[in-house]
């Protein structure tokens, strides 16, 4: 992990690169966090791949119901020579989530991205196959949102299949 | 999608609809051949689970295999949400339902983590055992089912037998066999009992007799052998951006295993080697899962020689439960008892991320807390899931048999990819 100073140098260096890119920082139980504006996480995930932090280790979403911006989408990036782990996070709001697709530069997002699609709803432009992964494809909702019910979905049997959800209409 | 017929069942047509995204082609390719798009599974033998597999085939040739998952999901993470940080311990166990001890290390690990928690020495090192026999019992798990989608049924029988040996061990320690709630917030649930350590130190005896065995059962097969080596390899730079982990990986000779690169409870106090491969074909990725048996068993026996005296759960009574003795003499304790069984305990805000090796690769755990006594989020970053995505690339431009034994040697675990 890098530490609070380490965190702050890589930090003001993203800023040197791209004045608006940085939001803030956040070092909390030692693991490193970097809050990035939406529209240039593409630009700090390649200058921090760039500088080593070659493999996305984890991708994945969160829900900070009822603050705003809502949705949070996280990178956990690993140096694998120098064993340091950052995460890189930013924030969409949910009438507009969209977020640009990092497959080209880890081909191993395309999976972690079709799943935070299926549970948020945050769209990734340019992703090749944006599409459910989990749910089945005529669902409707984004499960992992805060504000989605839990339980009270009736189980699906031949004699209820006319009543169950998005074939009432 | 409303486009359901309004009486009876859904016609095939709906299903197609439904399925749209999914390309289902037969296009000519030359004079005489055609691509043919079969599908294997959801349910086929050979998918370790409910895995469904379009491949796209010319002759016996795959030209392209597309998975298709999500037919076991629970939606955990979202249950997750809804328990006390104590009770999600059983729930993240039921993901990869091979390697219930690392879920809950992993998810303990993190909560830890949030909480400035110290486990003693005594519960990490209890930890480390069974989680490396719970390495090796997913391990053969995995030799015993690959071998059966080889047609070699007998070293099931054999696998299996070593595998009720270890759960048998769990059932002494916790109580359960699978899902065993072992690990708690702070440490593990109780002491081991005695006769286990007899018992444990005659199974770590036996294993790598057993273990060569297996070798020798499967080395010497020639079909085994023209099935495994040079089929599917996939190279080091491709595995990396595909963000897989674990034996794969090592298996195309890189060296990468969480335990050596960033110790978590203890495991730097062991000495141990890490088995890579040279070409990551499927035969490398047999014998570094081989090895790693041998491996596991020298750290079980070093941590039970070094077994350290003490608690076996952290006296930090806002977290653990008080020992059942002074719920009869103190008022404090009953208090705290009460409190930990109605609310549980409180987190303080933050987030973190939590990775372990597991018995398939980088299991990492995500938990945000928001100060209640409910996680906010809980993510798990399943290997599974992950390497999953290198199915494509392996088995590309190779025989269906050859997909077969790739899937085999992948270890998928359908319960951590769908979670």
Known sequence: ?169 | MTSGSTTGSPSPEDYRKREESITISSEPVGETHELLTLNIGPHHPATHGVLRLITTLEGEIVRDVQPIIGYVHTGIEKTAEDKAYWKVIPVVERMDYLGYYFNSMAFCGAVETLLALEVPPRAQYLRVIHLELNRIMSHLVWLGTSALDLGAISMFWYCFREREKILDLFEMSSGQRMHTRYFQVGGVMEDIPRGFEPKLRAFIKDMPTRADQYADLLEKNEIVLQRLRGTCPLDQETLLKLSVTGPLLRAAGHPWDLRKAAPYSSYDHFSFRIPVGTVGDNYDRYRVRHAEIYESVKIIEQALDGLPEGPHITDDRKVALPPRHELATSMEALIHHFKLVTEGFRVPPGEVYYPIEGPRGELGCFVRSDGSAKPARVHMRDPSFVNLQAAAPMVKDSYIADLIATLAMMDPVLGGIDR
């Open chain 1, 1 to 169: 992990m890098p530490d609070a100073t380490g965190l702050e140098l890589t930090a003001q260096e993203l800023r040197d690169a791209d004045a608006e890119s940085i939001l803030g920082t956040v070092f909390h139980r030692g693991q490193a966090t970097l809050l990035v504006n939406p529209s240039s996480v593409h630009g700090v995930l390649e200058r921090l791949q760039s500088k080593g932090y070659s493999f996305l280790a984890s991708l994945h979403g969160c829900d900070y119901y009822p603050e705003e911006p809502r949705l949070g989408v996280l990178y956990e990036l690993l140096d694998m020579d120098s064993v340091d782990r950052i995460t890189v996070k930013a924030r969409v709001h949910t009438d507009a989530p969209r977020l640009a697709s990092v497959v080209d530069m880890f081909p191993g997002a395309d999976f972690p991205e079709r799943e935070v699609f299926d549970m948020f709803g945050v769209v990734f432009d340019g992703h090749p196959d944006m599409r459910r992964i989990l749910m089945p494809e005529d669902y409707e909702g984004h499960p992992q949102r805060r504000d989605f019910p839990i339980g009270g979905e009736p189980v699906l049997f031949t004699y209820n299949e006319e009543r169950s959800y998005g074939k009432w209409q």
